[in-house]
């Protein structure tokens, strides 16, 4: 049924646009982390000066493997930051240090959009792990029951896009306030800032194509599900 499934154009437009955003942020970030800001600050130093100073003191930094790895971890208080990041000087580090930093504050001033998307990660994490399996044995197989189990496939991941929608104010809010703090603090000037914009503009586009890939495959699957009525 997969492959004869009409349904799955409508998810063309969504991985065209996923595809473009990863692409974009690649292209973005590898052009911006060529250039060094004047403050002439590394990622690292520029995220635990921002701590520092803010609502968010007592959090941790620590360096991690990978490329774009970096992230802010609630649950232990530590703002990670990656080998392609860390100790970079560039626009665009700077910039990625200063996102998640915002993060960091979010969490320490109980952000609405954070703390209700960290209440809503159980059932999100339930509900995209079970969602498709239980929605396509109902769908494969025949019987009143199955229809069920395609009903609460549809409700479990439901909750999941419900998780990508909350995530993308919370993404927003993050950049809003690092480029806030990278312009106060002088870490770029305006024309760096500029630059430090595209990067996390770019990064904002993966979770926007996110929402729509999930929001697509939401109504893929009800569509589905009528048709068995």
Not at 33 to 54: K, M, N
Not at 186 to 212: D, I, P, Q, W
């Amino acid at each position: 049924m997969f492959y004869f499934d009409y349904t799955f154009w409508l998810l063309i437009p969504a991985l065209i646009f996923a595809f473009y955003a990863q692409s974009r942020v690649k292209s973005t970030f590898g052009r911006y982390s060529q250039v060094s800001s004047a403050s002439r600050l590394t990622a690292a130093q520029a995220a635990a000066e921002i701590l520092r100073y803010s609502p968010a003191s007592e959090v941790g930094l620590e360096r991690v493997p990978g490329h774009l790895t970096d992230h802010y971890d609630p649950r232990k208080k530590v703002l990670r930051l990656s080998d392609s990041v860390y100790n970079s000087t560039s626009i665009a580090a700077l910039g990625v240090a200063a996102h998640e930093a915002g993060h960091a504050i979010q969490h320490a001033q109980r952000y609405s959009f954070l703390m209700l998307r960290t209440a809503f990660y159980p059932l999100a994490s339930i509900g995209s792990n079970l969602a498709f399996p239980l929605f396509f044995i109902g769908l494969i197989f025949s019987g009143s029951g199955m229809k069920v189990l395609m009903d609460v496939g549809i409700l479990l991941f439901s909750a999941a896009v419900l998780f990508t929608v909350i995530t993308l104010p919370v993404e927003f809010d993050a950049s809003r306030r690092a480029l806030a703090i990278l312009r106060e603090r002088g870490f770029l000037n305006a024309a760096e800032l500029n630059g430090a914009r595209a990067v996390l503009k770019a990064a904002a586009m993966t979770y926007v194509a996110s929402t729509a890939m999930a929001a697509l495959q939401l109504l893929r699957m009800i569509i589905l599900r009528q048709s068995r009525d």
